[in-house]
């Protein structure tokens, strides 16, 4: 990969990361909640919002349908 699309990628998932945190804690919901929301383990959250990791499509359209927020599949679409 050329360097520029690696720091794309890097700024995309860090959004993604402050996203979901953000989102997750403006319903008062704890990491578990949310994992168990959307049907993904607890690990797989910590790591979305621990290390940018990236939700597979079903996960994400998940996220979109339970956040009804817009910009989670637009920050995570694959190029």
Do not use: N
């Amino acid at each position: 990969m050329r360097p520029c699309l690696i720091q794309s990628l890097g700024a995309i998932m860090e959004r993604l990361k402050e996203k979901v945190k953000e989102l997750r804690q403006r319903r008062g919901w704890a990491q578990e909640d949310l994992a168990r929301k959307i049907g993904v383990s607890l690990s797989t959250v910590q790591r979305w919002e621990k290390k940018g990791g990236k939700p597979t499509r079903l996960a994400r359209r998940e996220l979109k349908k339970l956040f009804q927020a817009a910009g989670i599949d637009d920050m995570t679409e694959e190029t």
